[in-house]
């Protein structure tokens, strides 16, 4: 089936600095990628939305020039998130549409120290 | 607009005991809808789907759902709890058509008492 591997796993980094989030379509092309936060026990947010090749569209409340979101490939969407605070601390998913559904990636568990 | 309501936050069941988990859906249009488990710090694995075939689905794992739009419900049902479901289910919703997100419920937390 359709798989999309999503790394790092975890990351710990350093008020301040910016971390990348690759999300990458193993065997298909992901035309379109969703970005979603999880807080601890509790649901996923929609985030954003990327078509590659175009600019993201992103949910009310959500900082473009924060969360900065590339889909530059079929095959591959970024999320950098920039001068990362302690409150953006969190699990991220990607998601792409396949068919009639939907695949996961495994997430990235983001701890800003 | 579509939205979902996962009643009950926590549920507890013993091993071998049934599994319950509700789900009731908001939408506009037909929806597909879909149940997913989490483990700890992983993603999200589909469980089922309901893509307008047939009302009652299985999946894996011997989850089964069945879809009643007369109660707008999607609830998630399991005959005999194993301890290896404890984890996290979602139920979500979105459109037919179009590249659209998923809508998440606000999960529940599946506790299995040995």
């Known amino acids: 089936g359709a798989v999309v591997s999503q790394h790092p796993s975890r990351v710990i980094c350093k008020s301040g600095t910016s971390v990348k989030i690759e999300c990458r379509s193993l065997d298909f092309q992901a035309t379109t990628m969703f970005w979603y936060r999880q807080f601890p026990k509790q649901s996923l947010m929609l985030m954003a939305t990327s078509n590659e090749g175009s600019k993201a569209t992103y949910e009310q409340g959500v900082e473009k020039d924060k969360f900065l979101i590339n889909h530059a490939s079929l095959t591959l969407s970024t999320l950098t998130v920039t001068s990362a605070h302690p409150e953006d601390s969190s699990f991220y998913i990607c998601s792409a549409r396949t068919g009639d559904g939907y695949t996961f990636g495994s997430g990235t568990r983001l701890t800003v120290v | 607009a579509q939205s979902v309501t996962q009643l009950g936050s926590h549920v507890s069941v013993s091993e071998g005991a049934l599994v319950l988990l509700r789900c009731n859906y908001s939408s506009s249009v037909p929806p597909y809808l879909f149940w997913y488990v989490q483990y700890p710090n992983q993603g999200l694995q589909l469980l089922l789907k309901?893509?307008?075939?047939?009302?009652l689905v299985k999946g894996i794992n011997g989850f089964e759902a069945e879809f009643k739009k007369s109660e707008t419900s999607f609830h998630l049902t399991k005959p005999s709890a194993h301890m290896s479901d404890a984890a996290e289910y979602f139920c979500?919703?979105?459109?037919?058509?179009?590249?659209?997100?998923?809508?998440f419920g606000t999960g529940t937390r599946l506790t299995v008492i040995p």
């Open positions: 309901y893509t307008s075939a047939a009302t």
């Open positions: 979500a919703v979105s459109r037919l058509t179009g590249a659209n997100n998923l809508f």
